[in-house]
Structure formats: structure tokens, C-alpha cells
């Protein structure tokens, strides 16, 4: 069975601060990987993407995601963070093949403070 | 081009009743999965559809139940609701091909508080 464990429940930082949310995963077949933002009342919206090809994946607006197949991890950075960014940040996972099956995480509250 | 929208977006019952809650799926989409979120928790797979066809299931009883229309917008029906069903339903849509893989692109959810 595939899991997926976000280590850190809340994470609070200051402004302009370095952030890194954590995400492992288990599974004995191979997976695509993924990290969605949820702000407040609103529905989920992917931030970033890991199918195939360069390890290191990067979103528009400055977050940065690493694949790491020998530790599977797939944590989510930014070297400066700004308020905007305080939100409800969940890894995920679907299996090779099997292309509706979202499995999340619990979730990482992401909190800015100025 | 509009994205999914779900209708409504809160919603009250009471213990034993029944629900319906729907979806518009994204122009070009012919896939919709449905996810619950319960307070404080990542969302988990209820089911998907695929061209009217439930196409795969996660571990919910058959009282929560769904449909796919023509039009390729879907309903999720809940039959004797419990206070535990009381959560964030999310709906997303997606294309269908051969790679793989398909972005869900999410809707912004249907709140339900069963009392």
C-alpha cells in the first residue's frame, strides 16, 4: 500500500525567511509526485510536479521541490517566503498507470508571520 | 474556458438523511474524481468516473454513491448520512489519455456539516 507522510503538521516562520516542508513517501511500484496549496476556503491548487526527467522541480513563484528516490522524499523549499505564501501545503502521490488516484498527505499549515 | 465549479458550496443535513452535491467538470474533460476532506486531514479518494463508468474506488461504503452525466458533469450521492460524513467535498476533473497521467485540476469544494 502507498502512503504519504508530511512530518511536520505546522510550521510557522518569519518573513523573507528560508522554508522547507517535509514529505516521504512508501511504495513498492513507482509514483508521480506532487505538492498542492489549499488557501483558506478555497479548493486545492497544484503548485508543482515531479513525472520524470531532472530531479528538481520549480514553480512559478519561487518554491522548489527535490525527488529523491533513495530517501523517497519529495520536500518542498523556498529561500524567502513572504506572507502571501501562508497556507495549507499537501504532498501527494498517484502510481505509474493508475492516473486518478490522488493520495495526500495530512497536511502542512504553512504560517508567514511579518 | 471555465474551471469546475461545484454546487452548493455549504451545506446542513441532519443524521440519516441523503445528499447530492455536484460538479461542472473544465471544458475538454472527460474525468472526474471525487475526494473527501474531513477537518484537519488531506483529501482521500472516494472515486473516479470516466465516460458515465465508475473507473476506481477508495474505501468508502457503498452508500456514498456517484454519477457521470453526457456532459461529463457528476453527482456524488451520500445515503443515510453520518456526523462523520461532514466534511470538505472536493470534485476534480481531468482529461484521459494514454500517457499516464492527467493534472486534476480541483474545484473549490462543497462544504457539509451533517448535525
Known amino acids: 500500500a502507498q502512503s504519504v507522510t508530511q512530518l511536520d503538521s505546522q510550521v510557522p516562520v518569519f518573513e523573507e525567511a528560508p522554508v522547507e516542508l517535509r514529505c516521504n513517501y512508501s511504495?513498492?511500484?513507482?509514483?508521480?509526485l506532487f505538492w498542492y496549496v489549499q488557501y483558506p476556503n478555497q479548493g486545492l491548487q497544484l503548485l508543482l510536479k515531479?513525472?520524470?526527467?531532472?530531479?528538481l522541480v520549480e514553480s512559478i513563484n519561487g518554491f522548489e521541490a527535490e525527488f529523491n528516490k533513495s530517501q523517497t522524499s519529495f520536500h518542498l523549499r523556498k529561500p524567502s517566503v513572504h506572507i502571501s505564501d501562508t497556507a495549507e501545503y499537501f504532498c501527494?502521490?498517484?502510481?505509474?498507470?493508475?492516473?486518478?488516484?490522488?493520495?495526500f498527505g495530512q497536511g502542512t499549515e504553512l504560517s508567514v508571520k511579518p | 474556458e471555465t474551471g469546475v465549479t461545484q454546487s452548493p458550496t455549504h451545506l446542513i443535513k441532519t443524521r440519516g438523511q441523503q445528499v447530492t452535491l455536484r460538479c461542472s467538470s473544465q471544458?475538454?474533460?472527460?474525468?472526474v474524481s471525487w475526494y473527501q476532506q474531513a477537518l484537519g486531514q488531506g483529501p482521500q479518494f472516494i472515486f473516479q468516473?470516466?465516460?458515465?463508468?465508475?473507473?476506481g474506488r477508495g474505501n468508502f461504503p457503498p452508500r456514498f454513491s456517484g454519477l457521470q452525466f453526457p456532459n461529463y458533469s457528476s453527482e456524488l450521492n451520500v445515503n443515510a448520512l453520518e456526523l462523520d460524513d461532514s466534511a470538505l467535498y472536493l470534485c476534480?476533473?481531468?482529461?484521459?489519455?494514454?500517457?499516464?497521467?492527467?493534472?486534476?485540476?480541483f474545484g473549490p469544494g462543497t462544504r457539509l456539516t451533517v448535525l
Open positions: 476534480a476533473s481531468s482529461g484521459h489519455g494514454l500517457a499516464g497521467y492527467n493534472e486534476q485540476f
Open positions: 511504495s513498492s511500484v513507482s509514483v508521480y
Open positions: 515531479y513525472l520524470s526527467g531532472s530531479t
Open positions: 501527494a502521490v498517484i502510481r505509474y498507470n493508475q492516473g486518478g488516484k490522488l493520495i
Open positions: 471544458s475538454g474533460h472527460n474525468t
Open positions: 468516473y470516466y465516460r458515465e463508468e465508475e473507473n
